[in-house]
Structure formats: C-alpha cells, structure tokens
C-alpha cells in the first residue's frame, strides 16, 4: 500500500515536495500443505521419510514436537527440529505421531495436523539363553527341554543340533520351531543344541549353545558264554553265573 503527498504550487521560489509512504501488511502464518498422515513401518536403525508443512508468512519458525498419542498437542519439543521438514528419528523402537508449530511475524502462531504414526520395529534379541548344565540320560528317558526368550515382532524359531560343543555348522531339527525344544533320547551319544531367532526385521541372533545332552547306550551283551557237549570249564560256568545274575537278578549255584 503506497501514499504520495504532494504539495501545490504557491511561492514559486518553493520547490515542489512529494512524500511517499509505503505500508506492508503481513499475513499470519498459515500451512497450506500438512504433514503425511501414512503410516510408517520401518526397522531400528531404518531411513524413515520426512514429514514436511507448507506455510506462507513473513519471518515463519517452526518447532516439531513429538507424540506417544495421536494428537497435535501435549507433545514434546524436539530439540532442533526447527525447519518445514523433518526426518523422524529410527534409533529406538516404538510408535510415535508428530506435528509442527509454525509463527511469523504477526500472531497467532498455527499448528498443523498431526502425522501418521511412526512405528520403528525393534531387531530380534535373545535376553535368555538356553541353559548350559549338561543332561546325562538312558535311552527313551525324558529330557529336559532348553528354551530361548526373546523379543521384537514376528519372531521365528529354528533349532540345530551339534556333534560340536558350538552356535554354528550344526544341523537343523525339522519341526524344532518353537522358543523350547526338548532333546529326544532314543540315540546314544552326545548333542549340543542352539537356536536361530530371527524377526520382522534382520539381522537373525543365534543363541548360545546349550549344555552337552548325553544319551548314554544300554547295557549289551558282545559275547554268550560257550558249552561244550562234554563238559563245562570253570570260566564257562562262571559266565553263566554272571550273565544269571544280570538277567535274572539271581545265582545259579553249580
């Protein structure tokens, strides 16, 4: 808005004045384009997309805030953010909504809508391992099942077994794809077992390896006692004795 002044004529001997005066008048802040209201899915530690305003004014601030609810007030500054776009952080897991408070030079100062959530996955993590104390077991005898606690969404279980006292180059277990697993024992010998966790997001966590298993083999006869038609030697009879004993639980006296 301009305004000229000009003064007439009299005393000739007077130079001619004109004023002018110039008046600006400012808008108030106002957003025309509000932050995305998409929902957002991302893994710890993920790029996220920048949520950003629009806003015309003079002089124009910003200050984003941050929300555990869904709502454009009540939230908390974030120290920084302080330009039309902002890149929400992925560094801890969680589901957070965001708004922006934009002022100028004249007053009010205006609050955009708020944005879809920010949910940041968290990774699979183990926070109990399976247990370390050995198991000595006869054949068919009820182990004692190894378990795994773990966290973060989606989470998958695979189990392994290893001839090797180690969390890699075993053998995966068909069907073992639960947090527990309870060692069978119809094979003698010795196991080691662990467990593969992974998740919505990667990388997959490999536990510890588990206590030695053992199976122990069940008492077996490699060699019968030989009779002769003829006679018994003192060390054949003595075998029958021994072998009565073992099956029967009783000697036969000669």
């Not at 004529?9 to 209201?37: F, H, W």
């Not at 054949?236 to 004993?245: A, G, I, P, R, T």
Request: glycine letters at 8%; aromatic letters at 8%.
């Amino acid at each position: 808005l301009s305004l000229i002044t000009t003064q007439t004529k009299g005393n000739p001997t007077c130079p001619i004045v004109a004023d002018e005066m110039i008046l600006n008048v400012n808008a108030p802040p106002a957003i025309t384009a509000q932050p995305s209201t998409a929902t957002q899915t991302i893994c710890l530690n993920s790029a996220s997309t920048p949520l950003s305003v629009t806003a015309p004014g003079a002089g124009l601030t910003y200050q984003w805030y941050s929300n555990t609810t869904n709502s454009n007030s009540g939230g908390t500054l974030i120290s920084g953010a302080t330009s039309s776009s902002y890149t929400p952080l992925t560094t801890t897991s969680g589901t957070i909504h965001y708004y922006v408070v934009v002022s100028g030079i004249c007053t009010p100062p205006v609050t955009s809508n708020v944005s879809g959530p920010v949910t940041v996955n968290a990774l699979p993590a183990i926070t109990a391992q399976p247990s370390t104390s050995a198991q000595t077991l006869c054949p068919n005898a009820a182990a004692t099942a190894l378990s795994v606690t773990a966290t973060g969404p989606g989470l998958t279980y695979q189990w392994y077994s290893n001839t090797n006292n180690s969390n890699s180059g075993g053998t995966p277990i068909n069907g073992a794809t639960a947090a527990s697993y309870t060692p069978l024992t119809s094979t003698p010998g010795t196991l080691f077992y662990y467990v593969i966790v992974g998740g919505t997001c990667t990388p997959v966590v490999t536990s510890n390896v588990s206590g030695a298993i053992t199976v122990n083999a069940p008492p077996a006869i490699s060699a019968h006692p030989s009779i002769g038609n003829s006679h018994r030697s003192r060390l054949d009879l003595s075998m029958v004795q021994q072998y009565s004993e073992f099956k029967y639980g009783r000697y036969f006296n000669n």
